[in-house]
Every structure is written in C-alpha cells, then in structure tokens.
C-alpha cells in the first residue's frame, strides 16, 4: 500500500510509513527504508525479486530497488521499531531495504497527465508480470512516486501468484476508481485532482459519479462502460453474491491469460485516450508567450541571473515557487540539479512535466499552492506528511520569481512571513524578484486598492530580506521589476 520514502536530515527519526497490508510493513529508519515482509509472505516476494521481470524493470528505474538486509542487528532494530502487535517475527521474515525516492508526492499534487502515467506503468507491469505466472493485487496511484518526471512503482507486497485458469483481475474495480474516473472527470469535467482523491483513497464511487454526469456524459466513454452500465445493472450484480468475485475457472490457461491481457489493453487504450480530448489551456498557461510586462531584454536578464546564480551557488536541490511552464526550473536542472516545481495552476504543472520529460530533466513538477500547501493526511495525520514537512531545509536554492507579488496582493500574505517561510525552506540561498508597487501586474492584482500597499517600496522589501538574509548580488532587470541573490544568515547573526 502506501510507501513515504524520505531522505532529509529533518526525517532520520524511526516511523512506521506503511501500515495497511497484511503481508508487510515499511518503516523508515536513520535516513533508510526498510520493509519487513511477515513469513507468509515471504516465499511470493523472494521469488518474484528473482525473476527476470523484476531485474529488468528495477534496472530500468521503474520498479523500486530492493536489496535483502542480512545485518542480524539491524534486522532487530527494524523488528524493535515495529513493535508485537501484528507477530512479524522477521528473523524468520524478509527485510529489505529500498532506494529512497528524494522528494516523495502524492496524486493529489500531481496534474493529470502524471496520474496518466502512474496508470500506464500499473497496467504494463501488470500485463509484464503474466507472463512469469503473476500479478497485481493492488492498483492505486498510492503504489506510485515519481523520480524527477519518471514514475516508480514502489510496493513489490502488490505482487501476487495468479491463478492461471483465472481471466478476473479483482484490482480492476479500484484501478477504475481509483485512476480511470479521477483523470477522465480531471480531463473532461475539469474537477480538480485533488478534490477528488486527498479525501478518497479508495477512489470515487460510482453512483456518486453517476450523478455528476449530463445525460449525454453518461454514454460518452470512458463514462458509458465504467460508471452508466454498472450502475443500471447493479441489482443483477448483487443477486451474484459471492459468485461475482469468484467467477467460474477457465479451462485453458492461455485463453484465461489471453482475456485478461485484452482487458488491460483495453484499459491502457482508455488512459491514453483522455488526455488526447483535454483542455489544454488555462489562465496561466500563456503567461510565458505574451509577456507584456516584461521586454525582450529584461526577460534575458532574468535568465542570465538566474543561470549565474545557479551555476556560482551548485545546489544539489532545488525549489522553484510558482514556477509556471517550468522555463527557470529548466534552467536550474541544466545545471545539474535535482528540481522541485510547484504552481497551483494544473495545466502549467502538466507543461512543465511534458517539457522535464522531454528534455531529460530532473523536474518534479507538483500541484501546490505554497499559500495553502498540502496538508498531512492519513491514519492520524501520518501517513501521508504535509508539503512543507517535507520541504522544510530540504533545498540548497529557492526560486521565488514573479511570485512574491501574488502571495502579498492576492493572498495578503505580509512580506516578513514570505521571508521566513524562503528561510524555512532553504537551506542556503534564495533568487527573489522584487515587483515595484508601480508594475502593470502589482496593479492588475491590487484592483485599484493600491492604498493597502502604500508601504511597500524597494527599501521595505530589502529591509524585511535582511531580517533573514544577506543580499549577495541584485540587479535591475525592467524599471519595476529588481532580482535579488539572497544567502542564508547563521544562528548567530539572526
């Protein structure tokens, strides 16, 4: 089920990250991830990480890594952590330890197309997997991370021994749920992603749904067949009982394979389907090709500072905040890092994922308005952590281009709390962009209530940087708009 990996000095205490299946659990501990698999468990799982399969999709980078734990004393460690509550008994289970995911994220942060690409890589290991006698008893997005844009399935407990003469995928119901009818009410309806799996792990309902759809929605695919038909011939369903989960054996093991295999087919066509009927624009998502506040000139001396800040600072990690399309994110992984973007704006977030995957670029690209970040979810709060947890000093840069303006006008954020919250972030340095009071946007945002910002000017912005903050190295990039190269200022000079 869940997996959280986190590698951040802020996250080496022991936790148990993954709890709800039965045949295993992952906890994190001193910086590492671990997962105890319970004895019954264990035979299905060393031999599945012994299949042809599996090396090949964990040297592709698709399936998480997995190396078995021999250390006697870190195996009790693991087994102290876990406590005796469920008899794990894992000296006589599996320990593994996985390759952490640097900067995990959740499929209520990501745009559709990603969801869309969690849901191919389900559905091509599942049909992979038939072919070595196996299969998926889970298909979520929650099985899923991304490294940079390439998504990793990350829960090997997932995979099962299948029966052969059996043609019924019982994981098929929760992948409709789950990935189908989120991204097609995503991509046609335009409901928010996040609206609509943050609350529902187990996906969406189908009477719910049902009652979403126009008449004419509902014998559209992917609607008609996963919402419309189920709904009308519920009853019949029901009368099965039992029956309807245990359907009667196939004689022949190659037809049974044969039948499944088309349904999953069937249901990669309809992933890949919808995004090819998609809005594909939105209010932000032309904002790079008509920049009208921003001359020619002024726009490349934007991109040469930050290019120079980045190339003069080498961060492994960086954060860029509102990034829209992803052009300075970009930049930044040009250079060698590893990149976080994040903007509120879906449609942009998804840009910026097709560019990082076109270009080879180390991008997370992530749905999250820093004004109203993430929140932790789960069992407790704890199982999923909130955005600025796990963002908290995990950056060594911090882009806030064009953004510090929004968060003031739009969002009354007071400047000094902007500042802390860049301290909080990096662990090192921040590119700022001050947009005078003056500016054509300051002005199209503030809606003629200008007066709320009388106190804000170039020396009130520096002054309230400083509080947290040397300024390295500035510059006037338009008449209203000034970039700032900010270095973190120690304990002891705060």
Not at 71 to 83: C, K, M, Q, S
Not at 90 to 97: I, R
């Amino acid at each position: 089920m869940r997996e959280t990996f986190q590698t951040t000095e802020e996250h080496i205490a022991a936790a148990r990250v993954s709890f709800r299946d039965p045949g295993g659990a992952v906890v994190r501990h001193a910086g590492r991830i671990f997962r105890v698999v319970t004895p019954k468990a264990t035979p299905t799982l060393r031999s599945f990480l012994q299949t042809p399969i599996a090396d090949r999709w964990q040297t592709s980078g698709q399936l998480i890594h997995s190396f078995p734990v021999e250390d006697p004393a870190t195996r009790r460690e693991i087994a102290n952590i876990l406590g005796d509550e469920r008899d794990w008994e894992a000296q006589d289970g599996l320990v593994l330890e996985h390759n952490a995911v640097p900067f995990p994220s959740y499929p209520w942060e990501w745009p559709p197309c990603m969801l869309a690409a969690a849901a191919e890589l389900t559905l091509r290991l599942a049909e992979d997997l038939l072919d070595e006698g196996y299969g998926l008893k889970d298909a979520t997005p929650l099985n899923v991370l991304f490294q940079g844009p390439n998504p990793v399935f990350i829960d090997v407990l997932s995979v099962e021994m299948r029966d052969p003469r059996s043609a019924h995928w019982l994981a098929h119901g929760q992948f409709v749920r789950t990935f189908l009818l989120p991204l097609a009410l995503s991509l046609r309806l335009e409901m928010p992603l996040d609206k609509l799996l943050h609350n529902s792990w187990d996906g969406l309902d189908n009477e719910q749904v049902f009652r979403w759809l126009s008449f004419w929605q509902k014998l559209r695919a992917p609607f008609f067949t996963a919402v419309t038909l189920p709904v009308w011939l519920k009853a019949r369903a029901e009368a099965k009982g039992n029956a309807l989960y245990h359907p009667k054996p196939w004689k022949d093991p190659r037809q049974a394979a044969f039948v499944l295999q088309r349904l999953l087919r069937q249901s990669l066509r309809s992933v890949v389907e919808l995004p090819k009927t998609a809005q594909t624009r939105s209010s932000w998502s032309s904002y790079f090709a008509n920049l009208k506040h921003y001359p020619e000139e002024g726009f490349a001396a934007k991109e040469t500072f930050v290019r120079e800040a980045v190339r003069s600072l080498h961060p492994a990690s960086v954060l860029d905040i509102g990034c829209n399309n992803g052009h300075f994110s970009l930049i930044a992984a040009e250079q060698g890092a590893e990149v976080v973007s994040i903007d509120a704006d879906p449609q942009v977030v998804g840009a910026t994922w097709n560019a990082a995957c076109a270009a080879g670029a180390n991008i997370l690209p992530l749905v999250v308005n820093i004004a109203r970040p993430t929140p932790a979810s789960g069992w407790r709060g704890e199982e999923c952590d909130a955005f600025l947890d796990r963002a908290r000093r995990r950056f060594d840069l911090v882009l806030l281009l064009a953004v510090v303006h929004h968060l003031m006008v739009s969002e009354r954020v007071p400047l000094p709390c902007i500042v802390d919250l860049t301290a909080e972030l990096t662990r090192d340095a921040a590119v700022v962009e001050f947009v005078d009071a003056g500016d054509p946007m300051f002005r199209k945002l503030a809606r003629g209530r200008e007066e709320l910002h009388d106190h804000y000017n170039r020396e009130y912005f520096e002054s309230a940087l400083r509080a947290r903050f040397h300024i390295s190295r500035s510059e006037q990039v338009t008449p209203t708009r000034r970039l700032y190269l900010v270095r973190k200022l120690k304990i002891n000079e705060s």
